[in-house]
């Protein structure tokens, strides 16, 4: 009698994760947010070629995220039915084009123009992102695809931006630009020939988002994303002066507490990315809840440096990896809204960044900075709750359909 030794079954070429594609998507995360911050970095050089001051240079910054809160919810219906790996493509080329010229601009205006077209890169590739991912690695590992995305802004958070600024060393800024330019043109190649086609979904419109936002749980999971951002973005953005308050504390240091916060964050997304899919109602309830202590620690701990790195590296962890938290919420809140969800994500993401910019300012300018960081870790608590009651809404739609 003889006996055949079991094939081995693998996975078929659509269960497996396309691993290649997500390394693309993670590079124009990448490049896409180190474009966005480039002129952090390089303010002050910008502002003299240009015959600026400092704070209208730091417009281009303002411009790309107030862009954005247009084209998050619109962009899916400006391009109903275009695949979206096309889409990816030309918002690649868009941001490609938007740096070379801000590489050649004669002046102010033609920047704030060339960087619209980076606003739209960017809120187009973070409304499809989800839609993609799920292409890319599959419904049942949503969240470790849309780790790859997070992880690139993290890692432009510890890298690109510093690196922009030591090219510039080097070169002139506009020279950084260009070089940005054209690595976003060998991206959009990449993404080309990498990525697999990735149909369009139901054709999105304004109602299609308020009817999603009708949804039950989802509607209230929004406005805690909002509370989120904004009670984070109130402390982030002032984060300088808080710093500041530490003792004897010099720019050196700074400079290094801050890179506790990038590194935190891309050790946040490696980490929380390869559990989210099974946790991901949890750490959108314990992930700002953290946030919300670390804020607060900031001002208890302030006399000690290495109480303060510890807990900048806490914050960087739980708050650089809310996107994927956020975008794994919604992929199995909604998997039939995939874009509609994405386009919501981003709207409240930059809302919240716009409103805190604002609000902040004031608070910062007629309370003490300890006062903001007490209403930022409490706005942080309520979208914690939000969550937390969002969470409870859905469970009991979902057992509600199917008893």
């Known amino acids: 009698?003889?006996?055949?030794?079991?094939?081995?079954?693998?996975?078929?070429?659509?269960?497996?994760?396309?691993?290649?594609?997500?390394?693309?998507?993670?590079?124009?995360?990448?490049?896409?947010?180190?474009?966005?911050?480039?002129?952090?970095?390089?303010?002050?050089?910008?502002?003299?070629?240009?015959?600026?001051?400092p704070g209208q240079a730091g417009q281009t910054v303002t411009v790309t995220a107030l862009v954005g809160l247009v084209v998050a919810p619109t962009v899916g219906l400006i391009f109903p039915r275009l695949d979206r790996r096309s889409l990816l493509v030309w918002m690649a080329l868009a941001a490609a084009a938007s740096n070379l010229v801000v590489a050649i601009a004669p002046n102010l205006v033609i920047v704030l123009l060339a960087r619209f077209l980076l606003g739209a890169a960017l809120s187009a590739f973070w409304a499809m992102s989800i839609t993609v991912a799920v292409r890319l690695a599959g419904p049942e590992h949503l969240g470790r695809g849309v780790m790859f995305t997070s992880a690139g802004v993290s890692l432009a958070t510890v890298a690109g931006v510093p690196l922009g600024v030591m090219l510039s060393e080097f070169v002139n800024w506009q020279a950084v630009f260009a070089i940005a330019g054209v690595l976003m043109v060998l991206l959009a190649v990449a993404l080309r020939f990498v990525l697999p086609s990735v149909p369009a979904e139901q054709?999105?419109?304004?109602?299609?988002?308020?009817?999603?936002?009708?949804?039950?749980?989802?509607?209230?999971?929004?406005?805690?994303?909002?509370?989120?951002?904004?009670?984070?973005?109130?402390?982030?953005?002032?984060?300088?002066?808080?710093?500041?308050?530490?003792?004897?504390?010099?720019?050196?240091?700074?400079?290094?507490?801050?890179?506790?916060?990038?590194?935190?964050?891309?050790?946040?997304?490696?980490?929380?990315g390869f559990v989210i899919d099974r946790r991901f109602a949890f750490f959108a309830v314990f992930a700002p809840a953290v946030i919300a202590a670390s804020v607060l620690s900031m001002i208890l701990l302030s006399g000690t440096v290495i109480g303060v790195g510890i807990v900048v590296l806490v914050w960087g962890f739980f708050f650089s990896s809310w996107l994927l938290v956020a975008n794994t919420w919604v992929g199995h809140r909604m998997p039939d809204r995939l874009e509609a969800g994405g386009s919501l994500v981003v709207v409240g993401f930059q809302g919240a960044i716009t409103l805190a910019a604002g609000v902040g300012g004031l608070l910062v300018d007629t309370l003490s900075i300890e006062l903001v960081y007490v209403i930022g870790a409490v706005v942080l608590v309520l979208g914690a709750v939000l969550f937390g009651a969002s969470n409870r809404v859905s469970s009991r739609a979902a057992r509600a359909a199917l008893g």
Request: charged share 15%; glycine share 12%.
């Open 203 to 272: 054709a999105s419109s304004i109602r299609l988002l308020v009817d999603t936002l009708r949804r039950p749980g989802i509607g209230l999971g929004m406005v805690g994303h909002v509370f989120v951002v904004l009670g984070h973005f109130l402390a982030y953005t002032y984060v300088r002066l808080a710093l500041e308050r530490i003792p004897d504390v010099d720019a050196s240091t700074i400079v290094v507490l801050l890179a506790l916060f990038g590194l935190g964050g891309l050790a946040g997304n490696l980490s929380i």
């Open 1 to 53: 009698m003889t006996t055949t030794a079991p094939v081995p079954v693998t996975p078929s070429r659509a269960d497996r994760i396309r691993y290649g594609g997500l390394v693309v998507l993670m590079l124009m995360g990448f490049l896409l947010v180190t474009a966005e911050f480039l002129p952090n970095g390089v303010l002050t050089e910008m502002a003299d070629a240009l015959g600026v001051t």
